[in-house]
């Protein structure tokens, strides 16, 4: 049965360990010069290693809440926890740029998207009194692992190289997996399979009189992904950023985790009215912070680059923790799995363009100035679409009415 109460606080412990776990994938700005010496290849592909690991972590998103409906919640936990630490180990041993993608790109990047949905997923459904926080909090676990992975990966890469880096995350991320799936135990997760007949007309009945909220999805979908696409451009390359400015790359990644989790933690504290509003002032104030930070970056200003990469953080953050809990304002608990799924399909799109396209641009111009421009460009035209799609949304806040079964145990 998935209750609330302590039950539901022993979920939440689990799903922010294993989100914890996954999100040392935003660590990956640490291997990026590490990797081109040792595999002889140029930034730009290195970097398309890490945005095929966001589009595999996409991909994973969109479908694995089937999965969470059929399996018990310890199994999901080990299939996303070992199959990640399995990617990672491949790609430590990775000789060529081709093995290195199928490990840390294909192998880690899906099963990293199959244990973060599964945590956002099962979080909510535990606490359904507190779904926000709930969000927040899983959200924000995920931006801290790659402040705490920097702080412990930093070291030992500079001194023993990539692979050893690449091992030592295995283990870190196979140790966290364990304890998570002792945590959630065996419940299987609550769908729509769950509901008896009258109920799923009753939903359906709903969500075709609110048809106008999918087409708010459509506009939510190019806000999100263009709020995404800039804060993934500077985030997959924050520690060379800072670098090129003078300043220390590491330090760069442990400061950007850290800002990114107090933005999800911040966001988990918010009412929904206050929700809708952000997700426009957000990508606004990243703008501003682009334009500021680009043009001082390049001067030489490692501190003056250290704060923006911050506040870049913390407004991301922010924005990947506000979406979903606006994505389950209007769909409620049994709609949310698949409407944010197909909402989530913009991250990947952005993590497939950002990276990729801030290394060659990069390599074309020595300068990240360009790439942070154009990704102030992208920020702001978010905050414009947001203001458009929310405009056209209710005032009031409030969520939508959910089905009778959104509120009751579950069984499993």
């Known amino acids: 049965m998935l209750e609330a109460g302590q039950g539901g606080r022993r979920d939440l412990v689990g799903c922010v360990l294993l989100s914890a776990a996954m999100g040392t994938v935003h660590a990956w700005s640490l291997f990026l010069e590490p990797l081109e010496g040792r595999l002889g290849v ?28 059929r399996a018990p919640g310890w199994m999901v936990v080990g299939l996303a926890s070992g199959g990640a630490a399995v990617g990672l180990l491949v790609a ?8 290195l993608m199928a490990g840390y790109g ?16 099962r979080s909510a459904e535990a606490n359904p009194d507190s779904t926000g926080m709930a969000l927040g909090l899983t959200t924000a676990a995920y931006a801290l692992g790659a402040a705490l992975a920097a702080l412990l990966l930093d070291g030992p890469i500079v001194e023993h190289g990539p692979g050893h880096g690449l091992r030592l995350l295995a283990l870190v991320v196979a140790v966290a997996g364990a304890v998570a799936m002792l945590l959630v135990g065996s419940e299987r997760s609550a769908g729509a399979t769950d509901q008896s007949a009258g109920q799923r007309a009753g939903q359906r009945s709903d969500q075709s009189a609110g048809s106008a909220g999918w087409r708010a999805v459509t506009g939510l979908w190019v806000a999100y992904g263009l709020a995404v696409l800039a804060g993934l451009m500077v985030l997959g390359h924050a520690a060379a950023i800072v670098e090129e400015a003078g300043g220390r790359g ?7 985790g850290l800002a990114s989790a107090a933005g999800g933690v911040w966001m988990a504290r918010t009412k929904p009215i206050a929700r809708h509003r952000l997700v426009v002032a957000l990508p606004s104030a990243t703008a501003g ?9 390049t001067g030489g200003d490692g501190t003056v680059a250290l704060v923006m990469v911050a506040v870049v953080a913390a407004a991301y953050g922010a924005v990947i923790a506000v979406y979903p809990a606006v994505i389950h304002d209007r769909f409620g608990v049994d709609g949310y799995p698949s409407a944010y799924g197909r909402m989530f399909t913009a991250w990947g799109v952005a993590g497939l363009v950002g990276p990729v396209g801030a290394g060659l641009l990069f390599e074309m111009a020595d300068t990240y100035r360009l790439p ?10 978010s905050g414009l679409v947001a203001r458009r799609v929310t405009s ?7 969520p939508p009415s959910r089905s009778p079964s959104a509120r009751r145990p579950r069984s499993a």
């Open 42 to 69: 140029g930034r730009g592909m290195v970097s398309t290693v890490y945005s095929v690991a966001l589009v595999a972590i996409t991909v994973a998103v969109l479908v694995g809440h089937r999965l969470f409906r």
């Open 92 to 99: 430590a041993w990775a000789p060529t740029w081709w093995i």
């Open 106 to 121: 294909v192998a880690f990047g899906a099963a990293n998207g199959l244990g973060y949905a599964f945590a956002l997923q």
């Open 250 to 256: 590491g330090a760069t990644v442990v400061v950007a």
């Open 289 to 297: 912070m682009l334009v500021v930070g680009g043009l001082a970056t």
């Open 372 to 381: 942070i421009l154009l990704a102030a460009v992208a920020a702001a035209s």
């Open 392 to 398: 056209q949304q209710p005032s009031s806040g409030a």
